[in-house]
């Protein structure tokens, strides 16, 4: 998977995560004694995920509390291994030289060699050729 699909995937289970503990959280909510708004559900979410846990918000009733306490565990297990992968994918992408772009062409001396075939001697001897050039010493 490429860096960029990685950050996408990451994103999406991340935003899915939240949607469906509002959700859970706004529906467990109903049987207790206070019926939770989607905002208020949204908040009391992003706060116990961000792990500030203000206080003002929480679960009346055991469903709720139950729910939110699997939820917690599942993004326990499931968001810190994404951001390690996200963490070994940058990293590695800082060890390959980082992002291609228009300024790092104009910088840095590089060739791209097209070839239908690909063999040593004849590999090595266009480059011992190309790079005998006085321009490119």
């Not at 490429?2 to 935003?15: E, N, S």
């Not at 019926?35 to 003002?56: M, P, Q």
Request: net charge neutral.
């Amino acid at each position: 998977m490429y860096a960029g699909q990685k950050i996408i995937t990451f994103k999406l289970i991340y935003l899915h995560a939240t949607f469906i503990t509002v959700c859970g959280f706004q529906h467990f909510q109903r049987g207790g004694g206070r019926n939770v708004n989607l905002f208020e559900s949204l908040y009391f979410v992003v706060v116990t995920f961000a792990t500030v846990g203000y206080g003002d918000y929480k679960p009346e009733n055991m469903f709720s509390q139950l729910f939110m306490v699997i939820m917690i565990c599942i993004a326990l297990i499931v968001l810190p291994t994404q951001f390690e992968q996200l963490a070994y994918t940058w990293m590695e992408r800082q060890k390959l030289g980082g992002k291609y772009s228009i300024h790092t062409a104009q910088n840095e001396k590089h060739v791209v060699v097209c070839s239908t075939t690909l063999r040593s001697d004849t590999t090595m001897d266009f480059l011992n050729e190309f790079y005998a050039h006085p321009l490119l010493q």
